[in-house]
């Protein structure tokens, strides 16, 4: 009868020890840039098989449709496929059987090292992932660093902006080693939810297909969205009206009201503050990249017609050292017009602009230690990468990248980190 | 101008074969056919169809069939922005499901034959993968023995066997419409026996499973064998009472081999919403179906149930093998002839509109049946993955009602409504939606 007392009494001291362990792992652990993170997908071979076959042709349909065309369902084409996930946390595997993937990325868009959008939530609405429906696992196809996005997205969020968290991840596919990858939060009702307490709201992402600067192309909400701006939730009651009128406000504003009447639809402050970070990390591929408008979510508030920017994909980040800070101000009618007739915007962004060279600091600043760390991370497992792409200059095609290339992205990357803020605060004395 | 074909179309057999109202319609016989050039050897016969007669050696009888729908959906036909398998965009008000054209007949006393084609690609922008409908040849070896070959319907299901003339509703249930094989190439053998009884077998070969369980025209599954046994049986027993012994069973099986793949049985609503997409299937198809029907004075019950079971061999993601997809349907349906009388062969009205103060006949009709999707239990949660050890069910159940009218041999007229509520709220076709509401007004014209 003892001894039995005795073994229930360790038995349940046991099972407490386990439960600190069993519930620890949160969001937290899952992107904390200090581990190099261990994924793991079993997928059926021919689904892969599958998957590389019809990469590209669901880029290219789901652009159709968005556009309105009737995309025929023949041939029939699998954009979804089931995997298993797991995460090796501490030695222990946290799994997920039943996730979907499809593939991720436009240009960066490879069979050789696809990204996947790993939707955990795919066949089972409850089936979440440490209360995430989905991340995404960038193959870095576009840059030989594979840091750009990680480094990028983590100064963001030193500065305030509400970015997506970010961790390296070393990826094994039907348990062979796949690559470096990182793993990155994905911008939905769960993010907004953490960042802004609300994640009811209109999501939209912006889906480039053609050069566009805030012109108002008339007062047909289909010139707006579903293309370039897709729904991506509340999706049986489209309301995209308020982007119409936040369109003809940017470029039918009285000049005297611009500033008043543009922040009833967009909060300015935020905007131009992730402007100044975007132009600081002289990303070419943004909101005021060289493609014009480009790589960012739109998040209306419940009930409101005010909305908020969300910066997405830094893979063309770090494009130079001497990036004007007031690059394609120009060219985008919201800047171009704020530039002329709003003093205030203007002055938020160069205040933006100050905290993002104090932020980021000088040589072995804060920007340094990150690539650093980074680098030093992840640098065998590079190494061991055998698929990894880059694409220097953003040529479009993807080549497959050396160590050698690896490194002296990395010295880049560094040499950016200890002349950028010189360089910007420079340009903020002599503008 | 494809409008205007249709109503020219659907013109002429009323112009040319409307009876006067005061003609009694009367079932066809050789000696009641208006003969038009007898010849002796040939004749034309114009009466209910056009139909030529070539002495004892061949029959030659044309024949159509048109279905005018009006019809409207809630919640509507709606793609989601972005949406890739969005449907077409099929106009919700009127469209044309039906426009055959085709002969029918027999060569000697030992063949029986049949073309028919449908025309809907010519008379409206409406798709049709398969446009070649009954195409056979049936061969009278023996009373007990006769050969089919050529493209029918398998033999599997009462409500997909019977013609869809005949069916006391628009559409057939989601029931037959998703489990039933349908029409396939292949050779049957089948009679008549046990004549009392009303016996009837039917045993055949088939290059595919069907037409029903295609993917955009594209079969899902190889080599199928069908049998269906039916009859009344108890009219074998004469001391029961006559309502009871004429009381119609059947029972059927397929069995093919599905091609490996996500070519599993799907469901749809009757608007085209997938609310249980393709599974991933490799192993056999089986297919077990019972069927029953009785009929008294203007009242009719029919009711089937089928069973469909589909392996997934290998099919988990470890290519492990999976719990059997399994898909189950059952369908209860009674009519009442409220008004009117109607013909033994429930085809058309005893009398015909406006002959006399008749309005033909009008068929009062409801029906219900349920449709479930799972698996056998296997490890795991249930999920909606298509390589899901366990499936999470899905089903809908589905209610049909309203009134047929038939005019006269030729015309009916159908107004149906038909409410589908599905099971699995999260696996809905809409988001936020899970009812879908069907209204259907049919004009059919057929001879």
Partial sequence: MIRNRV??????????????????????????????????????????????????????????ALAGEFVSPLPRVECWFPVEFHWIFQGRDITLPQAGINSHGKGSRSNVKPSFKVEFTRYASQNTFLGLRSVVLRANTQDASQMHERVAMTFFRRLGIAAPREAHARLFLNDQ???????????????????????????????????????????????????????????????????VAMVRTINEAPDAQFSSAVSQYIDL????????????????????????????????????IRSIFIPWDKSNAFWSLDWN????????????????????????????????????????????????????????SVYEDGLKLCDHGATGILKPCSNDEFEAEVAFLIQFARQRSASVRAQLSSF | MRSILVIVWLAIPAILFAQNPGEVEEETTAQDEVVQDSGGFAQLSLKNRPSLRIGEIAQIDFKTKWHLDFRKFSPD?????????????????????KARFGFKGHVTKYFDYEVERDMRKTFADTNEWHPWKDNYVDFNARSWLHVKVGKFKMPFGLEEVGSEDRLDYA???????????????????????????????????????????DIHGQPTAGRTY?????????????????????????????????????????????????????????????????????????????????????????????????PDKLTRGWYVTGSWTAFGEMKSRGTAPKTPFLRGHS?????????YGVLSFYSDPGPGLPSRSPRAPTILPNGERTWTFGPTWYLNRFFKIQLNAEREKLTDIERKAVLGITTFWTGVLRLQVAM
């Fill in chain 1, 7 to 64: 073994h229930f009494i360790f038995g349940f001291i046991w099972i407490l020890g386990l439960i600190p362990h069993a519930s620890a792992q949160t969001t937290d652990d899952l992107f904390n840039g200090d581990v190099l993170q261990e994924i793991r997908l079993f997928i059926d071979p021919v689904d892969y098989v599958t998957f590389k076959q019809t990469n590209f042709v669901c880029q290219e349909q789901d652009l159709k």
């Fill in chain 1, 177 to 243: 080693y796949a690559g470096v990858y990182t793993l990155v939060e994905e911008v939905d009702p769960i993010f907004l939810q953490g960042n802004f307490g609300q994640g009811d709201g209109r999501l939209y992402a912006y889906e480039w297909a053609f050069p566009w600067g805030f012109d108002f192309k008339g007062p047909d909400p289909l010139k707006y969205s579903p293309l370039p701006l897709k729904p991506e939730n509340n999706l049986v009651h489209l309301d995209p009206d308020p982007i």
């Fill in chain 1, 269 to 304: 402050n935020s905007l131009f503050r992730e402007l100044a970070a975007e132009n600081f990390v002289a990303d070419q591929d943004s909101v005021l990249g060289d493609y014009a408008l480009n790589n960012f979510f739109l998040y209306r508030f419940l009930g409101t």
């Fill in chain 1, 325 to 380: 800070i007031f690059h394609n101000f120009g060219t985008n009618v919201l800047t171009r017009r704020a530039m002329a007739v709003a003093p205030d915007l203007i002055a938020i962004y160069r205040n933006a602009l100050q905290q993002a060279v104090d932020a980021a600091g000088g040589p072995g600043g804060w920007l340094e230690q990150e690539i650093t760390k980074e680098s030093q991370q992840i640098r065998q």
């Fill in chain 2, 77 to 97: 036909i709606w793609n989601p922005p972005g949406v890739v398998t969005a449907l077409p965009e099929e106009p919700s008000t009127f469209i044309l499901t």
């Fill in chain 2, 171 to 213: 559409h057939k249930s989601q029931v037959t419409d998703t489990l039933s094989p349908a029409r396939e190439r292949g050779v049957m053998l089948h009679s008549r026996f046990l004549r009392r009884a009303r016996l009837e077998y039917e045993v055949g070969v088939f290059r595919y499973d069907g037409e029903n369980s």
């Fill in chain 2, 226 to 322: 069908a049998a269906r046994l039916t009859g009344q049986p108890l009219r074998l027993f004469s001391g029961l009472p006559r309502s009871i012994r004429h009381f119609y069973v059947g029972g059927a099986a397929t069995r093919g081999r599905m091609f490996e793949g996500l070519n599993s049985i799907k469901g749809e609503t009757v608007s085209g919403f997938t609310y249980f997409d393709h599974m991933f299937v490799r192993g056999y198809r089986t297919r077990v179906g019972a069927e029953l029907a009785w009929a008294e004075g203007p009242f009719s019950v029919k009711g089937e149930y089928i069973h469909v079971s589909e392996e997934r061999i290998n099919q988990g993601i470890h290519g492990e093998d999976l």
């Fill in chain 2, 359 to 367: 309005i033909g006949a009008v068929e009062l009709s409801a029906r």
